[in-house]
């Protein structure tokens, strides 16, 4: 695979080409930013045979370094060599080529932090946002992927048929090649998901056009392939739905990249403007045909109607709820506890978990066998403030079956759920809709987010207040913005406590002065327990001087406060967090319930 690719730079490569290389394996990193030096892309394909699976935290990181590395060439600006956009004559520097480079990362982080841990979800995420970070550029790009497929389950189609919609926008047309090289027989379905035809707009392909033969493939092949597994009808699909092609089947890797050089470099660009300016979502057919009875024509099917603005993958039933969103929130049936919380990041990033609970006795479960079985659909978007363009997208549908033990433990408890968003400093509107699907009861909430450009002023977040601190299992947890040594905080965003409970206060602190003669910070917090005004319990005083540099220097305040001896009432933790360098203080105070 290594040898073909090389082999295609060093030929078909022109000085008129501006080509980029990024890894997908586990998130979206950066190998080579645009550029027309063969000798630099040689290297990257090098260097993309040493790049693994990366993690959260590590990917999170590497997306910041190369967002900074791609603001410094912006900041070089004219010193950059230029060139020229391919095939537009549209001339192009090598300031604007990181531009494009930093847009791609910028926004595979807005649609990354819409996504779970599972793996198709990354893959689409970066194939969306290199497509979305290409769209200003005039004309026909072409993305190649190399992959050897992913296994997505039905659920996912919208996802998809979304990152198509993406590609299709942005103009790009997407080709697979199949790394895995010639293989034998029969992929066999339903190791992992159960087959099924391809659906949506693949349906709707003409089966001679879905027939062709690739470099290395027979006819035989694909029809037996066609509709029996899932993991090539993906590769199908965004392929040949963008306009590319899926080729696989072959180790001539460099016959691949070929056939696929002379297509790009035969193809016309058609464009017209609908009649029709209802935005509806609908599908609408596109033909092309043409006079010339030696040709063969490779086009996408048509296209889905939504906004030319929105760019998170929003599917049909979200849609649907979203619209009905002021009604559910003026008239909930869920009782629910919303909590955001923002802690500082690099490169003028924020971390926000949202956190919400969930009382047990509100939520319908079906028993089926000995399990007990309960189903939500969870639904966050998040805008910037005062406008309806859709940033990012949160939470999924929940189908959890629990043990009797299980069971036992959550009906003492509350349901919980947690997912943390990555957003610039700005101000954004946040809604989030949870849905019981078993009993209907349904809620929504909306939330402001003010989210500040740092400065050099000492400040806090908002207290977190928990009951729940575990001890951390390995090393899967490192680098969550609620670990504190080697325990697991999490929220209780109800704030509902009992008398036998250690209520835990978190929260994190910045821009702290150094003490000259420690020379580490000195922050003096103080925790007073209120009721009706007065005080419940006496003020306790803690001191803070180990400053944790990750992501961003700050000091964290993880500590416990007896609740034994409180009679049931409302409650308030009033801190006060003083800056004994700067004599600079910081108040909040964070209400919370003793119940029976």
Do not use: C
Not at 84 to 99: D, F, H, K, M, R
Not at 176 to 183: A, P
Not at 190 to 217: C, D, H, K, T
Not at 391 to 414: C, M, T, W
């Amino acid at each position: 695979m290594r040898e073909g690719i090389v082999k295609y730079i060093r030929e078909r490569i022109s000085e008129n080409d501006s080509v980029a290389l990024f890894s997908i394996s586990g998130g979206l990193q950066l190998l080579q930013p645009f550029t027309q030096d063969k000798t630099k892309l040689i290297a990257a394909v090098a260097k993309a045979y040493d790049s693994s699976t990366v993690s959260k935290t590590s990917e999170a990181r590497g997306l910041s370094e190369d967002i900074r590395a791609m603001r410094e060439k912006i900041a070089i600006g004219p010193e950059l060599e230029g060139g020229t956009i391919p095939g537009s004559g549209v001339s192009v520097s090598a300031t604007a080529q990181a531009l494009i480079a930093r847009h791609v990362l910028e926004q595979y982080i807005a649609l990354r932090s819409t996504l779970s841990a599972q793996q198709t979800r990354p893959v689409l995420a970066a194939l969306a946002a290199i497509s979305e970070g290409l769209r200003s550029i005039p004309g026909k790009k072409t993305l190649v992927m190399f992959s050897q497929g992913f296994v997505a389950p039905e659920s996912l189609d919208w996802q998809i048929q979304s990152t198509i919609d993406i590609a299709n926008r942005a103009n790009v047309a997407i080709y697979i090649i199949d790394s895995g090289g010639l293989t034998g027989g029969a992929p066999m379905s339903g190791a992992l998901v159960s087959g099924s035809p391809l659906g949506a707009i693949s349906g709707g392909l003409e089966m001679e056009q879905r027939r062709r033969s690739g470099a290395g493939e027979s006819v035989f092949d694909i029809t037996r392939q066609e509709g029996l597994n899932r993991q090539q009808d993906l590769l199908y699909r965004i392929s040949e739905d963008t306009g590319g092609h899926f080729i696989k089947n072959t180790n001539d890797i460099g016959a691949g990249l070929e056939r696929i050089d002379t297509e790009i470099r035969s193809r016309y660009t058609l464009a017209y403007r609908s009649t029709d300016p209802n935005f509806d979502g609908s599908f609408r057919k596109v033909k092309i045909e043409v006079r010339r009875p030696d040709t063969n024509v490779l086009t996408r099917a048509g296209y889905y109607a939504i906004p030319p603005s929105q760019i998170v993958p929003i599917s049909p039933d979200d849609r649907k709820l979203l619209a009905n969103f002021a009604n559910m929130e003026a008239n909930p049936t869920l009782p629910l506890s919303l909590e955001l919380t923002s802690f500082r990041s690099r490169d003028g990033f924020y971390i926000v978990p949202l956190s919400f609970e969930v009382a047990p006795t509100a939520i319908q479960f079906e028993r089926k066998g000995d399990k007990q079985r309960l189903q939500l659909d969870v639904l966050g978007v998040v805008r910037a403030k005062g406008e309806e363009r859709i940033l990012s997208r949160l939470g999924g549908n929940f189908d959890v079956a629990l043990s009797p033990e299980q069971y036992e433990a959550i009906s003492h408890d509350k349901i919980f759920y947690r997912q943390d968003l990555q957003l610039y400093a700005s101000n954004y509107t946040v809604d989030l809709i949870v849905r019981d699907r078993l009993s209907g009861k349904v809620t929504a909430k909306r939330e402001k987010l003010e989210l500040p450009i740092d400065d050099a002023n000492f400040w806090t977040t908002e207290a977190v207040l928990s009951r729940h601190a575990d001890p951390l299992k390995g090393s899967s947890r490192n680098g969550d913005v609620f670990t504190e040594g080697s325990v697991q905080i999490r929220p209780s965003p109800s704030r509902e406590f009992h008398a036998t409970d250690n209520l835990i206060v978190f929260f994190q602190l910045y821009n702290a002065a150094i003490n000259r003669e420690l020379g580490t910070p000195l922050v003096r917090v103080t925790v007073t327990l209120m009721r009706d005004g007065k005080p419940a319990t006496r003020p306790v005083d803690y001191q803070l001087t180990e400053t944790v540099t990750e992501p961003v220097p700050h000091l964290t305040f993880a500590k416990y406060i007896k609740l034994i001896g409180l009679s049931p009432g409302k409650y308030s933790a009033v801190i006060e967090s003083r800056d004994l360098g700067q004599q600079k203080v910081v108040r909040q105070e964070a209400s919370f319930v003793i119940v029976p």
